[in-house]
């Protein structure tokens, strides 16, 4: 029995890796998170024999256990089945905020059983269970933060006075009760000052964060639950949980450096400061030109009798859920011979891949939509491009101005198309707060209105030539 | 037992692994893959469940329920929302170089 129980979590570790290689491309993402949900479920099956539990029916723990799997499973399940795609960024971190509650909650009971007098496994497996204990319990309330901010439950990126004075107090204090409580039999009342200081950690370090920054925080977030996962199975001496949660542990790292590289803000950068908070104010020059406003009909012209059009959407068409009327009217140029592509740069939205999601939900075919180094050779070539609610990753004082606080990112060249066409709702900056010279630019003309309903009037124009 | 050395092996083969399976993926896929290994370390299910069915008390058990019902919800959390995105390139053409 014990020996069967080993393999299912041998088996499940392997089919993890297997699973998330297939989840690297688009061919086969499918298909390996479906085994990875099968593997999942017959480990979560087979612990119920594990050795470690031996429960007679009867028991309370079984029955509670029972009732926490139904009650956890239920809600999860009807918030991911019901909520928006444009909202799936928010749930994710809540997703992966519960991970980490979760692992740090296995370390609270083994250090609650220590403080009650249990016998201690070693001081390597208690150090591991601090740990654990730590990173998990910040990114849940991280995670938390997180979820909030993007849900709009809180508006504000907060600092308090010495906020980064506060935050190194607050680790330094963690790491000495996280002492007191790894050596040793821990007094129950240290753990618990210990468990509220890593939680407050979480909250402190995640609110001066702005949401721009978010998809890469959430990153880190998944990425430190994964090694809390992965420590917690030392303790518990769990292969498949060592193994699946270092797994993405590293992959998580891995694709957190991939975004921050992607926004050119290192990830330090990300934690310990905000945007504008660098005194970018003070180099605000004279924006030479002024905004030029456009009538949807002229614009339909201009796209219908062109060669190629680019489309660059942003966070603006996700709020707007113009993504199907996008690809109405895609259809409806193509049909009349004009070349029509996506310009996705990679923290388009708020996360990389938010737009390919949605292009993708519209049934828009995913050859048609490019990456930054694919398309940026293009838009010279291109009568149009059409930018839909995106602002900072289409503006050129990041190849130009040394003193912007975005200087150095990367970003769509949209402003070397013949024309540009911006669909925004008012004349306000970008997240970043920053100007946006590409909006003042000469081939530059202004289309406003919400997203969906100037994409409407654009088909409704194209549709009368 | 996993333990010493042997530990410290699995940790480092474990964390090479995660780095290059990944290393080669479009940024398409950025946020499924994110969501998808969100849903992997779901398995910390298992743990809770064993920790669970250890503890004794009111105190542990309410612990170890919410252990529990957090970690069935990152898993089922996860799954649901890595399958609804994956789903959505279902009916593309499959495209054979990836970007990146």
Same mark, same amino acid.
């Given at each position: 029995?014990?020996?069967?129980?080993?393999?299912?979590?041998?088996?499940?570790?392997?089919?993890?890796?297997i699973?998330?290689?297939?989840m690297?491309?688009?061919?086969?993402?499918h298909r390996?998170?479906?085994?990875?949900?099968?593997?999942?479920?017959?480990a979560?099956?087979a612990t119920?024999g594990?050795?470690?539990?031996?429960?007679?029916?009867?028991?309370?723990?079984?029955q509670?256990?029972?009732?926490a799997i139904?009650v956890g499973?239920?809600?999860?399940?009807?918030?991911?089945?019901?909520?928006?795609?444009?909202?799936?960024? *928010?749930?994710?971190?809540?997703?992966?905020?519960m991970?980490?509650?979760?692992?740090?909650?296995i370390?609270?009971?083994?250090?609650v059983k220590?403080?009650a007098g249990a016998?201690s496994h070693?001081?390597?497996? *208690?150090?591991l269970?601090?740990?654990?204990a730590?990173?998990?319990a910040v990114?849940?309330?991280?995670s938390?933060i997180?979820?909030?901010?993007?849900?709009g439950?809180m508006?504000?990126?907060?600092r308090?006075?010495?906020?980064?004075m506060?935050?190194?107090?607050?680790?330094?204090?963690?790491?000495?009760?996280?002492?007191?409580?790894?050596?040793?039999q821990?007094?129950?009342?240290?753990?618990?000052?210990f468990f509220?200081?890593?939680?407050?950690?979480?909250?402190?370090?995640?609110?001066?964060?702005?949401?721009a920054?978010m998809?890469?925080v959430?990153?880190?977030?998944?990425?430190?639950?994964?090694?809390?996962?992965?420590?917690?199975?030392?303790?518990?001496?769990?292969?498949?949980?060592?193994i699946a949660g270092?797994v993405v542990?590293?992959?998580?790292?891995?694709?957190?450096?991939?975004?921050?590289?992607?926004?050119?803000?290192?990830?330090?950068?990300?934690?310990?400061?905000?945007?504008?908070?660098?005194?970018?104010?003070?180099?605000?020059?004279d924006?030479?030109?002024?905004?030029?406003?456009?009538?949807?009909?002229?614009?339909?012209?201009?796209?219908?009798?062109?060669?190629?059009?680019?489309?660059?959407?942003?966070y603006?068409?996700?709020?707007? *859920?113009?993504?199907?009327?996008?690809?109405?009217m895609?259809?409806?140029?193509?049909?009349r011979?004009?070349?029509?592509?996506?310009?996705?740069?990679p923290?388009?939205g708020?996360?990389p891949?938010?737009?390919?999601?949605?292009?993708?939900?519209?049934?828009v075919?995913?050859?048609?939509i490019?990456?930054?180094?694919?398309?940026?050779p293009?838009f010279p070539?291109?009568?149009?491009a059409l930018?839909?609610g995106?602002?900072?990753?289409?503006?050129?004082?990041?190849?130009?101005?040394?003193?912007?606080?975005?200087?150095?990112?990367?970003?769509?060249?949209?402003?070397?198309?013949?024309?540009?066409?911006?669909?925004?709702?008012?004349k306000g900056a970008?997240?970043?707060?920053?100007?946006?010279?590409?909006f003042?630019?000469d081939?530059?003309?202004?289309?406003y209105g919400?997203?969906?309903?100037a994409?409407?009037?654009?088909?409704?124009g194209?549709?009368?030539? | 037992m996993?333990?010493?050395?042997p530990?410290?092996?699995?940790?480092?083969?474990?964390?090479?692994?995660?780095?290059?399976v990944?290393?080669?993926?479009?940024?398409?896929?950025?946020?499924?893959?994110?969501?998808?290994?969100?849903f992997?370390?779901g398995?910390?299910?298992?743990g809770?469940m064993?920790?669970?069915?250890?503890?004794?008390?009111?105190l542990?058990?309410?612990i170890?329920?919410?252990?529990?019902?957090?970690?069935?919800?990152?898993?089922?959390?996860?799954?649901?929302?890595t399958?609804?995105?994956?789903?959505?390139?279902?009916?593309?053409?499959?495209?054979?170089?990836?970007a990146?």
């Amino acid at each position: 029995m014990n020996l069967l129980i080993e393999a299912v979590y041998f088996v499940t570790a392997a089919v993890f890796i297997i699973g998330l290689k297939q989840m690297s491309s688009p061919v086969t993402a499918h298909r390996g998170i479906v085994w990875a949900g099968i593997a999942m479920v017959l480990a979560s099956l087979a612990t119920f024999g594990a050795p470690q539990i031996t429960l007679d029916i009867g028991s309370i723990n079984l029955q509670l256990m029972l009732v926490a799997i139904i009650v956890g499973s239920a809600v999860a399940y009807i918030s991911a089945k019901r909520v928006a795609m444009t909202d799936m960024p *928010q749930m994710i971190a809540m997703y992966n905020g519960m991970g980490g509650g979760a692992a740090a909650a296995i370390a609270a009971v083994e250090l609650v059983k220590l403080s009650a007098g249990a016998e201690s496994h070693g001081l390597t497996v *208690q150090i591991l269970a601090v740990l654990g204990a730590v990173i998990g319990a910040v990114s849940f309330s991280g995670s938390a933060i997180a979820f909030a901010k993007l849900q709009g439950i809180m508006k504000k990126t907060m600092r308090l006075p010495m906020h980064q004075m506060m935050n190194i107090a607050l680790f330094i204090a963690v790491c000495i009760f996280g002492y007191l409580v790894a050596t040793g039999q821990p007094a129950f009342n240290y753990v618990v000052i210990f468990f509220v200081l890593a939680l407050v950690l979480g909250v402190m370090v995640t609110l001066p964060i702005g949401g721009a920054d978010m998809p890469v925080v959430i990153s880190l977030f998944n990425a430190l639950t994964g090694l809390a996962v992965a420590f917690e199975g030392f303790v518990l001496n769990n292969s498949a949980m060592i193994i699946a949660g270092t797994v993405v542990g590293s992959s998580g790292t891995l694709l957190t450096q991939l975004m921050a590289k992607a926004m050119n803000r290192p990830i330090s950068n990300v934690l310990f400061s905000s945007f504008g908070s660098d005194g970018g104010a003070a180099a605000e020059e004279d924006i030479e030109g002024s905004m030029k406003e456009i009538q949807a009909t002229d614009a339909a012209i201009m796209m219908a009798y062109g060669q190629k059009v680019i489309i660059v959407p942003g966070y603006g068409m996700a709020v707007a *859920q113009a993504q199907h009327k996008l690809k109405e009217m895609q259809d409806l140029l193509e049909a009349r011979g004009v070349d029509v592509k996506y310009a996705i740069h990679p923290v388009a939205g708020r996360m990389p891949g938010h737009m390919n999601v949605l292009l993708a939900e519209a049934g828009v075919d995913y050859d048609k939509i490019l990456d930054l180094d694919e398309i940026n050779p293009e838009f010279p070539t291109a009568d149009v491009a059409l930018v839909i609610g995106a602002n900072d990753v289409v503006n050129p004082v990041a190849r130009t101005n040394p003193d912007s606080p975005i200087y150095g990112m990367p970003i769509l060249d949209a402003d070397h198309a013949h024309n540009v066409i911006v669909i925004k709702r008012g004349k306000g900056a970008g997240f970043s707060g920053i100007e946006n010279h590409l909006f003042y630019a000469d081939n530059t003309q202004m289309l406003y209105g919400d997203g969906q309903k100037a994409v409407a009037e654009l088909i409704a124009g194209i549709k009368t030539l | 037992m996993i333990e010493g050395l042997p530990a410290l092996y699995i940790f480092m083969l474990s964390a090479f692994t995660g780095y290059e399976v990944i290393s080669r993926v479009p940024v398409i896929l950025h946020t499924p893959l994110m969501s998808g290994s969100n849903f992997i370390h779901g398995i910390v299910l298992v743990g809770a469940m064993i920790v669970m069915g250890n503890a004794d008390g009111t105190l542990e058990l309410t612990i170890g329920f919410i252990a529990v019902a957090m970690a069935a919800g990152n898993a089922v959390g996860g799954y649901v929302a890595t399958v609804r995105m994956l789903e959505m390139f279902h009916t593309a053409k499959p495209k054979n170089e990836g970007a990146q």
